[in-house]
């Protein structure tokens, strides 16, 4: 990377698959991998304190980054998410998903462990601000919550802030309202690197997606699968299973449902387009969406 913190910093940072940074994240959340000095409830703590340590955590987008001095560009059509919980640390760069764990004291002081990141999605021009992104964030010690609710980590050579984001701030917490993608959408399009091509509504293509599990049809064959989210726009699926079914006669089924799976295996950003469509995208890949209705009942899906 041409630009970026002094050398050194890359040894904060591990290049993992998704499947190492999930599990890191439940073990993190299940067995409190830290000793949590940024317990709100914790002994000792002033209310004011316990006050501080909770406007810590939340959904964040990266406002303002400068690193030995240099400002650096945050273009709105890469938003950079931070997620902070009680003591993981996760998000979505535009290009990498990485997470973490972390604590915090109330009076400011921070301590990031080594971040584990999936490989890069984007161009090299891209991926350049998102590894200095990350280069930067592993360099944070210290954070603070300005009146105006602005977050700034502070470290050796760094400044990063964060505007709180209104997007949900753990999507796959039952305990919150469920995001944006939850639902059943019916298939409108496909873009691969080899074609793009349109599924008429008759084609009986479509995908229950709930905060844990996928189920659906891809026009002859039923589906089913794991879904995974990172940060306020991360969005993965995994161990994907379909029925293998032959269609008969009808090679373009086959072909599409084939496409289908590989577009969802690599899809890793959802957003909303203008016209109220679920867009996933990823590596080489796009699948556009069409809300039909709530999801069905992937509870009773078996087993992955």
């Not at 004011?48 to 560009?73: C, K, P």
């Not at 161009?123 to 280069?135: F, G, K, N, S």
């Amino acid at each position: 990377m041409s630009e970026g913190p002094s050398a050194g910093v890359r040894g904060g940072r591990r290049r993992l698959g998704l499947t190492v940074i999930v599990g890191a994240l439940i073990l993190t959340l299940t067995f409190g991998v830290r000793a949590l000095r940024n317990e709100p409830e914790g002994p000792g703590l002033t209310a004011a304190q316990n006050r501080d340590l909770l406007r810590l955590r939340g959904q964040w987008t990266l406002a303002t980054l400068s690193v030995d001095g240099q400002e650096f560009d945050v273009p709105s059509a890469q938003p950079i998410d931070l997620e902070l919980g009680e003591s993981s640390a996760s998000g979505w760069t535009g290009c990498h998903a990485y997470a973490t764990v972390y604590t915090a004291s109330p009076l400011g002081s921070l301590s990031i462990d080594p971040l584990g990141v999936t490989p890069s999605t984007c161009t090299p021009e891209d991926d350049a601000l998102a590894d200095t992104y990350l280069d930067a964030f592993a360099l944070a010690v210290t954070w603070a919550v300005a009146e105006d609710g602005t977050l700034e980590l502070r470290g050796k050579g760094i400044t990063a802030t964060y505007t709180r984001s209104a997007e949900t701030l753990t999507p796959t917490d039952p305990r919150s309202d469920p995001p944006a993608w939850v639902g059943t959408w019916r298939l409108a399009s496909i873009q691969t690197t080899a074609r793009t091509f349109e599924v008429d509504a008759e084609d009986n293509v479509w995908i229950g997606i709930g905060a844990i599990r996928a189920t659906g049809s891809a026009g002859c064959n039923a589906f089913f699968g794991r879904v995974s989210a990172l940060g306020a726009r991360g969005i993965f699926f995994d161990r994907l299973v379909i029925g293998l079914k032959t269609c008969v006669g009808n090679e373009t089924i086959m072909r599409r449902e084939s496409e289908l799976m590989d577009a969802l295996a690599n899809v890793n950003r959802w957003e909303m387009d203008d016209a109220g469509r679920l867009v996933l995208s990823g590596r080489g890949a796009t699948v556009v969406l069409t809300l039909e209705g709530p999801p069905p009942s992937i509870d009773t899906a078996p087993p992955i």
